[in-house]
């Protein structure tokens, strides 16, 4: 399995932008589907993004559509999030996640980060 670190989650301001990193070690980055899912305080981890193998489709929770965008590097064995016009309501931990197909669900994945906090002040 490929082991996965995030970094770049901080604290920003209604209306900031943040970029997640996530870097994956072994060999199998390419052969995985990625996916980035956060999780609030007393809420239930949920699906942000997911993006295919080779970084041609991707899908977005209808919360971040047009806000979020995912993206992948398989030469630095990479995965991205680049969150714009970041909203109180986005403050949460974010994971990243493979899986062996295209998928909004948890269940589906088989590797996850340590998770990254995302805070962001009204």
């Known amino acids: 399995q490929v082991q996965l670190v995030e970094s770049g989650g901080g604290l920003v301001q209604a209306g900031g932008s943040l970029r997640l990193s996530c870097a994956a070690s072994?060999?199998?980055?390419?052969?995985?589907?990625m996916d980035w899912f956060r999780q609030a305080p007393g809420k239930e981890r949920e699906f942000v993004a997911v993006?295919?193998?080779?970084?041609?489709?991707?899908y977005y929770a209808d919360s971040v559509k047009g806000r979020f965008t995912i993206s992948r590097d398989n030469a630095k064995k990479t995965v991205y999030l680049q969150m714009n016009s970041l909203k109180p309501e986005d403050t949460a931990v974010y994971y990243c996640?493979?899986?062996?197909?295209?998928?909004?669900?948890?269940?589906?994945?088989?590797?996850w980060g340590q998770g990254t906090q995302v805070t962001v002040s009204s």
């Open positions: 993006i295919n193998r080779s970084g041609t489709s991707t």
């Open positions: 996640a493979a899986g062996p197909s295209v998928s909004p669900r948890t269940v589906d994945a088989v590797s």
């Open positions: 072994g060999r199998t980055f390419s052969t995985y589907a």
